[in-house]
Structures are given as structure tokens and as C-alpha cells.
């Protein structure tokens, strides 16, 4: 097999690097661990229902999104819908007894009004967020040219491009979520902003960019599912006449000279290219593929210090009755708390997805229930297979008890369950510690820029969520449309594109 390119994994960022490569006269071909595309952005068919383990929602898939070019590029929504939720999640505050529903409207002069409903009192600030909100709704999160190959030219443009929006950028980089819900002196407004994306150390500037799609209508969900929009762009890679070797784990990055020059796969075998790019996960990409021999200081630091998201413990069934009249995302107080992995939880994530079809039979709903999981617990779990087993059924079963105290009757109903650990989401994409989207977007990391390259090393690239904090589907995809483009031109190639 003759390759221009090898790459690392088929998760968005590894197939829209063989996408653009293949645009740009590159015979690439990507080596997969599983047998399908997508990586995190995956779906699973359990009993008739389809469980999505990613997509809630997808930044671009609206054509007024400057994004959109991107996907249309891939062919990733082509001939697809998306639905946009009125309502981007719902929160009880406060306790059982005294409880309050904030709800997070997607529309700023909706949230706004009911914002003053719950706190009259805290009428300036909320100005202030819905205002911020509808400043940030207009913000395109990518230039075309990639950071690294900027010249002076895309930089006043870009400065110019960022200048309404620098004085908030200023004032606002620096606070976590939790430290914006503190201005607030309701209670119940503190407590909902904060635990709005359950993550009170995310960045606020990236709250606002969330929202502010969220309000402009930018970010949806691709009807069908994440499995679904993976196999499109895989179709994409495909028909550009692109090669996917699925089942096919790679062990080591062959180097010589300092150079790579191939990969080996568990069974033995070797490939060749002129250039090797993982897309894979960067701890093993660089630790144990790599053997850490090209490595600095730096990223060094940043394996050993930087948040992750911290991963998710995801049940999913599939019940005998309709709730698309519920709120599709909620937190809810449970009459009695739960003891989860040794902890409280006095609260229960709710999500269903009667609004797409395709994932439950008529009638009948998908819920999901997760909350951020410890892959420490799982880990030394699973050194005892049963005793693993059991735990997780123990927790199904705790939750299942707690859900039918919010929904008398809902056990009998049951059709599905199906549960994914930390652990899974690891064996699934080897992803460290099972994390679902790579480095946390923290005020720290919001600006980190990560470079593609490692030092000491010639003709290899990493792409992806770990080169892009904050990760995300279209970083990933961007990631790798940029990296393309990086190859093109140090190979004194203009960058070009079809749809
Ligand atoms: C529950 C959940 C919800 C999410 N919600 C959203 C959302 O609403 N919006 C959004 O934008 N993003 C969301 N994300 C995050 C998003 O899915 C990821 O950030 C993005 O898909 C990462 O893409 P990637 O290609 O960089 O990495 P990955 O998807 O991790 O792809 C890496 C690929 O490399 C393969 N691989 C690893 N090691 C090897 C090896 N040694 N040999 C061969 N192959 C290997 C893996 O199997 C995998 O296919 C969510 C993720 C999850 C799990």
C-alpha cells in the first residue's frame, strides 16, 4: 500500500484530515482501533432504540452559522434537518420543599424576563448576562486560515473581527462560571448558574459563547444522531477515494533519523507514509506510541497539570411512554437523596430525545441519566470483573429507583437499560482517564494554544481534541481542516476545497 499520509484514528478530526488531505492530491489512509468511524461522536442500537453518547449540540449546523461551510465541505449534514431546542436546560434550585424551576431559555428576551421573575432584585446584572449573551450570538468561533500560517494581513483582520467584542473578552476571560454566578444575590440564580453545565470551574466567556449559539439558533442537533453524521463524513473520506483500515490498533509510531516514517499495529504489521499524523489520544500518542521520546517541559506540564472534562457515568433506557411533553434536558430534585460511587446526589440529570425519531419506536422515549463519574473508582473496580459488574447495576438500579419516585409507574415501563462507565468511553477511545472531550475549558486553557508538532520530530501531526482546548466536534474538525492546510503549505501547495 503506498500512503502520502497515515493517520491515527477516525474520530472527526482523523476523518476531516483524510477528507482534506484527499481534497488536496493526498492518498491518505486512516488506521482505526474499532470497526466504526467517529470516536466519541458515536450512537448504539440497544433493543429498537438508539442511544446517542455524544452530540447535544453541533456548532454550524445552521447555514447562517459561518461554520456551516465547514460541514457542508464534509458533507456532514447533507440532506440531514437539525432541531433547535427552545429551552437549553431546566434546574430546580433550592431544596425539595422550597423549591424554584430556573429555566434557561435559549431566547435572551425570554431568559431575561423570566431571570427577573425569580430575582427582581438582581434586575442590572441579568441586563448585563442576557445583553452579553446577545453580544456574543453574532461571534464566529474560526477563520479560515489556520493560526499558524497567519501573516500580518490575517492578523489586523482578525483583530479587527475581534474588536467589538475585546472590552467583554477583557473583563470576562478570567472568571469560571462560579465566579459570575456570585454577582448574583439571589440564591437561586447563583445556584442555577452555577450548576448550569455542571462544571462551576468552565469558563464563563465559554457559557456565553454556548448561549450566545444557543440564541442566534447556530448550534442543533442533526437529526438521526452522532453515529449518523460520523458515517457521512466517513462516506465523505470514502468517496474521495480515501482507505479506512478499521480493527487495526497501532502500537507504535515508527521513527528513524528522527523522522516517522510508519506505524505498527498490535498484530505486528507495519505501514509506511511520508507523513504520520495521530488523531488519536495525545497522552498515548506521545507516552506510549511515541515511547515519550519527543517531549518537552511544556507538554510535560500540561499532561501532568491541565483539568480535564471529567468523565461521565451514562445510563440510558428505554421506557413505554411518550414524554415529549417534558422539558428535554432537566435537573430535578429527588425526594430522597442518593448515595452514587460513595457520594450525595441529591438531584438527578434528566434528558429525553423525543424530538428526533430515529432513537426510540413511536410512543416510547429515550432518557438518559448521567453525572460526572471518578475514573479512579471504575478503574480499581475493574481489577475484580464482578465486582465492576455489580457496581454498575447497583447504580442502574439506584437510579432507576430514584427516576420512578419522580415518575410513579416507570419501572413497569421499561424496555432498554444500558450503562457506560468512565471505563468504557476509555476501551471505546482509548481516550485518557475516559474523558469525553479532552483538556476543560478553563479561563487558563481558553487561550492555551497547543501546537501540532512535538519537537525533535520531523513529518508527524497531532490534530484534535487534544491539540484544541475545550475540544468539540467542530474544533476537531477544524483542527484537522487547518492541519491540511499547514501540510499544503509547507509542501508549497495552495490549500484547496470542494463541496
Ligand atoms: C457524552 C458526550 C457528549 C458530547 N457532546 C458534545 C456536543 O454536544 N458538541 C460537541 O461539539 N462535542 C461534544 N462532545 C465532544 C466531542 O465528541 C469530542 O470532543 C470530539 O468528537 C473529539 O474528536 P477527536 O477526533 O478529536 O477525538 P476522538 O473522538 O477521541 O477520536 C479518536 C479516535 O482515535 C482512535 N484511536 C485511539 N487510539 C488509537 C490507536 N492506538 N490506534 C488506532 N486508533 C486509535 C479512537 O478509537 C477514536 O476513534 C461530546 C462527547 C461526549 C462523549
Known amino acids: 500500500m503506498s500512503n502520502d499520509i497515515i493517520i491515527i484514528g477516525s474520530g472527526i478530526a482523523g476523518l476531516a484530515s483524510g477528507c482534506y488531505a484527499q481534497m488536496n492530491g493526498y492518498n491518505s489512509t486512516i ?17 429498537g432504540y438508539t442511544i446517542d453518547g455524544c452530540i447535544h449540540w453541533l456548532v454550524g449546523s445552521s447555514p447562517e452559522s459561518g461554520f456551516n461551510k465547514y460541514w457542508k465541505e464534509l458533507h456532514a449534514l447533507n440532506g440531514v434537518t437539525s432541531v433547535y431546542h427552545d429551552i437549553f436546560t431546566t434546574i430546580e434550585t433550592g431544596t425539595f420543599k422550597d423549591k424554584k424551576t430556573f429555566i434557561v431559555y435559549a431566547d ?4 431575561n424576563s423570566h431571570m427577573k421573575e425569580i430575582s427582581p432584585e438582581d434586575s442590572t446584572e441579568i441586563d448585563i448576562f442576557t445583553s452579553l449573551i446577545d453580544k456574543f450570538s453574532s461571534f464566529e468561533m474560526a477563520t479560515d486560515t489556520p493560526p499558524e500560517l497567519m501573516k500580518i ?18 473583563m ?113 500518542t506521545i507516552y506510549s506510541m511515541l515511547s515519550g521520546k519527543h517531549t518537552s517541559k511544556k507538554i510535560d506540564r500540561i499532561y501532568k497539570t491541565l ?77 475484580t470483573p464482578d465486582l465492576y459488574n455489580r457496581e454498575k447495576n447497583k447504580i442502574a438500579d439506584t437510579l432507576i429507583g430514584a427516576l420512578e419516585s419522580l415518575y410513579p409507574g416507570i419501572k413497569q415501563e421499561i424496555e432498554m437499560i444500558d450503562t457506560a462507565t468512565p471505563l468504557t468511553f476509555e476501551r471505546y477511545t482509548s481516550n485518557r482517564k475516559g474523558t469525553f472531550e479532552g483538556w476543560l475549558l478553563t479561563p487558563k486553557t481558553l487561550t492555551l494554544k497547543i501546537k501540532k508538532t512535538l519537537p525533535g520530530l520531523k513529518n508527524f501531526y497531532m490534530t484534535g481534541q487534544w491539540v484544541q482546548p475545550g475540544g468539540g466536534i467542530p474544533s476537531a474538525a477544524k483542527s484537522g481542516r487547518d492541519l491540511i492546510a499547514i501540510i499544503c503549505h509547507k509542501d508549497k501547495k495552495v490549500f484547496t476545497t470542494t463541496n
Open 31 to 47: 488506521f482505526e482501533q474499532h470497526s466504526l468511524p467517529g470516536g466519541l461522536c458515536t450512537s448504539w442500537d440497544r433493543k
Open 307 to 383: 483539568p480535564l472534562f471529567k468523565p461521565l457515568f451514562l445510563l440510558s433506557i428505554g421506557v413505554k411512554r411518550d414524554f415529549s411533553s417534558h422539558p428535554c434536558m432537566v435537573i430535578k430534585h429527588l425526594q430522597s437523596p442518593v448515595i452514587i460511587e460513595g457520594e450525595k446526589h441529591a438531584k438527578l440529570g434528566i434528558k429525553h430525545y423525543c424530538f428526533d425519531p430515529a432513537m426510540a419506536p413511536e410512543g416510547s422515549s429515550l432518557l438518559e441519566i448521567y453525572y460526572t463519574s471518578d475514573y479512579d473508582y471504575w478503574k480499581k473496580l475493574s481489577q
Open 172 to 284: 470576562y476571560r478570567k472568571l469560571t462560571i462560579a465566579d459570575y454566578a456570585s454577582k448574583f444575590t439571589n440564591p437561586h440564580l447563583r445556584e442555577g448558574l452555577t450548576n448550569i453545565l455542571n462544571m462551576p470551574n468552565f469558563s464563563f466567556l465559554g457559557l456565553i459563547f454556548m448561549l450566545g449559539w444557543q440564541n442566534s439558533r447556530k448550534a442543533g442537533f442533526p437529526v438521526g444522531g452522532s453515529l449518523e453524521f460520523s458515517k457521512r463524513i466517513e462516506n465523505r473520506f470514502l468517496s474521495l477515494g480515501g482507505k479506512i483500515k478499521y480493527k487495526s490498533p497501532v502500537q507504535k509510531i515508527l521513527t528513524k533519523n528522527n523522522q516517522a516514517i510508519g506505524i505498527k499495529l498490535e498484530n505486528g504489521e507495519q505501514y509506511y507514509a511520508d507523513i504520520i499524523i495521530s488523531a488519536a489520544d495525545g497522552y498515548s
Open 108 to 111: 435572551t428576551a425570554k431568559l
Open 153 to 170: 494581513g490575517d492578523f489586523i483582520k482578525m483583530i479587527k473581527t475581534m474588536k467589538p467584542y475585546m472590552k467583554e473578552f477583557r
